[in-house]
């Protein structure tokens, strides 16, 4: 392809709402264009990237025997009743002419699976996977970061379907196979991590996560392979022998106005891990009061999960108040009408430092036989330094960005929809069902926030829009113009995966917007034109050589 053909154009400067390098790139070197807040046109070369994306995809789905098809967008709003409410204001609803209902659709589990209700009735015709490569529609609240959170994003969405859990477990092992494939491919250094189910429900799930300093999840990986969001992350605790210990009597202290860890920490003059943080939450289940050592925090989604409901929300004065205390004095010492869960930890301290449930007040010397607890539980936080629950040896975090999410979803949809099959005896079973997605588009953002420098993207090859960029010099020397239009002609006879610019642009401006849009070689045609040489640069290093444009034709199938 020739520049001067194609529909393109860079800019000096990233646009003013652009936060992060993926953003600011994909804008400035014209391969994306926002039309709106968190939707974007793909341009020609974005476009280019974006095939090549979704075709080592396709090539991993399906050497895993996964069928691909494609559904519709635009959906019956009845089609997702059993979760609607569920979606809220995230689901773009409509109606028709007729009055009809319709939405956007956000996920596709639904769709599929009354797909395959329609279809297939018998064991012996099973066990499918099937997928799609489509636009999703998502009303973020928060559209930001470019293609990282989106309105309207890619996904590649799969659904399995087996007669039993041996069957599940070994399409989401080939799933995780094809996974670990697609992303080694496109070079990206991810870790595959335990995670949160979330909305999806079902059993467990691994999220596919690319390592980035701008990830919104935190991660707690260990080097022995072991991985999880820190909403799934499992603590190990210390147990600590509390025989020879003189529990102390409680005794209520005056502590004005002070209401913090830290301000307790300063007015007491003990460390934070003598204190019991009790946070209150309200829930499907009422008011919850959730204790952790004062020196962690707690995992709010390990807290949810372990009350199994579906929203928690920090209480309000006036709920803490129906409890039987106030905000920043909270304890689980005579509180009513209340669910006090504990962190584990919380079994191996004494003599520590708790709310009084009584404006500037503390109680200091507790212990448990004081507290009301109604259970203990893993809900604090894992941090860098605690120990692998896998090993024994110290965790670190890193941050993520959630590329690729796989799920043992079990019968919660199949049921709801009454989705089965007769087995071998002639008895209706359900289906037990698995769902897989990679966000594509985020994919795209992802590798370019692992690839890339202060001069602009650097592409892997596989999914490089051009492999090649021919940048002549000066293109009013006749030289050189016609030895890099004879190189191009050449190339592009065994490979169109070569770019030509041949604008009528400085030099400067031209190798510029080469390093900018990132391919993997940039060849300059300049002043050793008139003896058959040429500059080749390696755009990840941006090494340069000298060599014969007849030997760099001759070996450029090689590179």
């Not at 939405?103 to 099937?130: A, M, R």
């Not at 080939?174 to 999806?200: C, E, H, S």
């Not at 799920?407 to 002639?426: M, P, Q, S, V």
């Amino acid at each position: 392809m020739k520049l001067s053909n194609m529909f393109f154009k860079t800019y000096r400067e990233a646009p003013a709402s652009a936060e992060i390098n993926s953003h600011k790139l994909l804008v400035r070197a014209g391969f994306i264009k926002q039309m709106g807040n968190g939707i974007f046109s793909y341009l020609p070369m974005g476009l280019k990237v974006l095939e090549k994306l979704k075709n080592v995809i396709r090539e991993e789905m399906n050497n895993a025997g996964a069928i691909e098809i494609q559904m519709p967008i635009l959906l019956p709003q009845e089609v997702y009743a059993n979760r609607i409410n569920t979606f809220g204001n995230t689901m773009y609803k409509l109606q028709d002419s007729t009055g009809k209902d319709f939405c956007l659709g956000p996920t596709h589990e639904e769709p599929f699976t009354y797909l395959i209700k329609d279809n297939i009735t018998s064991y012996k015709q099973l066990p499918v996977t099937l997928y799609q490569i489509q636009n999703k529609y998502r009303d973020e609240i928060r559209a930001r970061f470019g293609l990282q959170r989106a309105k309207e994003f890619i996904m590649k969405d799969a659904y399995s379907y087996d007669t039993d859990q041996s069957g599940l477990d070994k399409s989401f092992d080939k799933m995780k196979k094809a996974y670990t494939q697609i992303f080694t491919r496109l070079g990206l250094d991810f870790v595959p991590v335990d995670a949160d189910n979330g909305v999806m429900g079902g059993g467990s799930s691994i999220e596919f996560m690319v390592k980035a300093d701008i990830g919104e999840d935190e991660l707690i990986v260990c080097d022995c392979g072991y991985g999880a969001n820190t909403e799934k992350a499992e603590s190990v605790y210390d147990s600590v022998d509390l025989g020879g210990v003189e529990l102390k009597s409680k005794e209520l202290v005056s502590t004005p106005s002070v209401k913090t860890i830290e301000e307790l920490v300063s007015f007491l003059g003990v460390s934070p891990d003598q204190f019991v943080k009790a946070i209150a939450y309200t829930c499907e289940k009422g008011t919850v009061v959730a204790l952790v050592r004062g020196d962690r925090e707690i995992e709010e989604v390990k807290l949810r999960n372990n009350l199994g409901v579906n929203n928690l929300q920090m209480a309000t004065a006036e709920d803490i108040a129906a409890i039987g205390s106030v905000p920043g004095f909270i304890g689980a010492i005579d509180l009513k009408n209340v669910i006090v869960v504990a962190d584990n930890d919380i079994k191996n301290m004494y003599n520590f430092v708790i709310g009084a449930n009584k404006l500037d007040y503390h109680y200091k010397n507790v212990n448990l036989m004081d507290l009301h607890i109604d259970y203990f539980a893993d809900i604090r936080k894992v941090r860098a330094g605690d120990k692998c629950p896998k090993c024994g040896k110290p965790v670190k975090t890193v941050r993520g960005i959630e590329v690729g999410h796989i799920f043992k979803l079990g019968t919660r949809y199949t049921k709801a929809l009454e989705c089965k099959y007769l087995d071998e005896n002639g008895k209706e079973q359900y289906m037990i069902m698995g769902c897989y997605g990679i966000g594509v588009s985020r994919t795209l953002s992802a590798l370019v926030e692992q690839n890339c420098d202060e001069h602009g993207m650097i592409w892997p090859e596989i999914v490089a829009p051009y492999k090649l960029e021919i940048v002549v010099a000066n293109g009013k020397d006749e030289t050189q113009m016609n030895l890099a239009t004879d190189i191009y002609n050449k190339l592009i006879d065994k490979n169109d995966d070569v770019l030509l610019d041949d604008r009528k642009e400085s030099f400067g401006v031209k190798l510029n917007d080469a390093e900018l849009i990132g391919v993997p070689y940039i060849l300059v045609v300049g002043r050793g034109a008139a003896n058959g040489t040429v500059e080749l640069i390696k755009r990840s290093t941006l090494q340069k050589v000298e060599v014969s444009a007849n030997d760099f034709i001759s070996n450029y199938h090689k590179m």
